[in-house]
Every structure is written in structure tokens, then in C-alpha cells.
């Protein structure tokens, strides 16, 4: 099975530890961006990171990709049967796909991805207002739902909820933005435990030294 990205992207990093929590190997595949390659390009027309492609069959997008993947590899349920915890786990997946992941998108590109792999200067101004504006209300709803016990968000297991939430926090630190410990510690508790994972931990530390070598 290939995964065609890059795990600087949450959405790549979540499907990578989703699979790497399913037990499925994967190989991870760059784009070839900006001269996207052929099978990049077969497996995602719209040029949509991450896709995946197992044999002839091709997939775009990482919501489409860890359903087959939960699908194909059912055990263990990262998706809960239960109707309430699997409707509570796609909310969550949905907040950090679309909320969460915007918020971080802003502060990311223009800290990094603009300056260090577009050759041109970064929006600071709009990664400030991020920062200021968008991520408390963020962290403040984050505070009220995490669990304060060592928990998972949906259950009492660990579901693909905690891993799109996790997800994004990676390129927070990355970004060394500020996360207060003293005014959320249940949130960063919960995501410093979930990020300390296998399936996280590597992965992450892989992507620091890239980082700390483009910086250079």
C-alpha cells in the first residue's frame, strides 16, 4: 500500500499513523511537486494529498483513505460500530479536519512552508492573527471535552478521533507556537500522550530534523 504525501501535512500524518495503529504497512511516496509524477497524479487528479494506492485500486483524500483502510483492516476498530461514539468520532474528525487544520494551515505556511520550501517571505501578520484569534477559542473548546484521566475522546479506546485531533498539535511544534500548559493542561496533556505514541512519535521527530535542516 502507498501513501503519496508528505507527513509534514496533518492529514498525510494522520493516515500514516492511523495505518501505523491498524498494524498496516505502508510506503510513503512524495508528489513530486511542483512536477506532480504520473502516479501521483493517476491516484489523485485534483493533485489531493494524501492518496493511496493499493494495487490498481487509487484513493484521494485522507478521510476517504483511513474509512477503506478501516474498512480492509477491521480489527483493531479505529471507527466505533456504536452509532453515538462513531457519530461523536466523525465530529471530531471533521473539527480537526476543517477547524483545527485551518487555524495551524495559516501559522505553518507562513512560518515555514513559504519561507523555507517557496523561496518567498511568509504572511507573519496572518500567522500572528491565527495564533491570537483563532486558536484560543480552539484550545478552550479542546479544555472542556479531553479527557483529564489518561482517557480517549470517543470511549475508552483509542479511536481515529484522538489521531486527526493529535495531529495537527505536531505542526504547532514546529512552529513552537504557544500552547499554555497552566491555562489548558488537560489539552496538552492529552496531546503530548497521544503524540507520544509509535505511531506518532518517530514520524514527528523525522519531520523536526528535516525542519532544523532546511533551517540551516
Not at 66 to 85: C, G, Q, S
Not at 102 to 117: D, E, Q
Not at 132 to 150: A, F, H, M, R, S
Request: proline share 8%; net charge negative.
Amino acid at each position: 500500500m502507498i501513501i503519496y504525501g508528505a507527513s509534514l501535512s496533518p492529514y498525510v500524518r494522520k493516515v500514516l499513523a492511523f495505518a501505523a495503529e491498524k498494524g498496516v504497512e505502508v510506503e510513503l511516496k512524495g508528489t513530486g511537486r511542483p512536477d506532480y509524477s504520473a502516479e501521483f497524479l493517476d491516484a489523485s487528479p485534483f493533485r489531493k494529498m494524501p492518496a493511496l494506492r493499493d494495487g490498481d485500486y487509487t484513493l484521494p483524500d485522507s478521510t476517504a483513505i483511513v474509512h477503506y483502510i478501516e474498512a480492509a483492516h477491521p480489527e483493531p476498530a479505529l471507527i466505533p460500530a456504536d452509532p453515538k461514539l462513531r457519530g461523536k468520532t466523525i465530529w471530531y474528525e471533521e473539527f480537526a479536519d476543517t477547524v483545527l487544520v485551518s487555524c495551524g494551515a495559516k501559522i505553518f505556511f507562513n512560518l515555514v512552508v513559504a519561507p523555507r520550501f517557496l523561496g518567498r517571505a511568509g504572511d507573519l501578520g496572518a500567522a500572528e492573527a491565527a495564533e491570537l484569534n483563532e486558536l484560543p477559542p480552539i484550545l478552550e473548546y479542546l479544555e472542556k471535552v479531553v479527557p483529564g484521566d489518561g482517557g480517549y475522546l470517543v470511549g475508552d479506546r483509542l479511536t481515529l478521533a484522538d489521531i486527526a485531533v493529535a495531529s495537527p498539535f505536531a505542526n504547532f511544534r514546529h512552529t513552537q507556537t504557544k500552547v499554555c500548559p497552566e491555562r489548558y493542561p488537560r489539552t496538552v496533556a492529552y496531546v503530548d500522550r497521544i503524540l507520544a505514541r509509535p505511531s506518532f512519535a518517530p514520524m514527528v521527530e523525522r519531520e523536526a530534523a528535516v525542519l532544523a535542516a532546511t533551517a540551516a
